[in-house]
């Protein structure tokens, strides 16, 4: 498959999108170098290894908080956050190198 007009990395990403049948978002989707790291489904992804995007952690806050507004009951609050630290480590476990907090 050739390359695509506009693609900075030689169109390999527009390739793989276009095999994939996927179409980037013109707003939330950049196509660059792997090696300057990406966030995908609130993992971040980098050289150094597999992290828990800042985003998703900001999403943790906020949803906690608004919980708290709400007077959520402790338990309630504490599942909530109880099922993001298994999502967490369910992640570290299945990479082998534990998961870091990226900025």
């Known amino acids: ?3 695509l007009p506009g693609s900075a990395n030689g169109g390999q990403g527009k390739r793989v999108m276009a095999a994939l049948k996927v179409k980037e ?3 939330k989707t950049y196509i660059g170098k792997v090696t300057r790291g990406f966030d995908f489904l609130g993992y971040a992804f980098s050289p150094e290894g597999l992290g828990v995007s ?3 952690v900001g999403q943790l ?3 906690v908080t608004r919980l708290y507004e709400q007077k959520a009951d402790k338990g309630r609050l504490g599942d909530y956050v109880q099922r993001w630290c298994q999502w967490w480590e369910g992640a570290s476990s299945r ?3 534990g998961l870091t907090f990226t900025s």
Do not use: T
Request: glycine share 6%; aromatic share 0%.
């Open 1 to 3: 498959m050739p390359p």
């Open 61 to 63: 806050a906020a949803h």
């Open 25 to 27: 978002h013109p707003r």
């Open 95 to 97: 990479s082998g190198n």
């Open 54 to 56: 800042v985003r998703s």
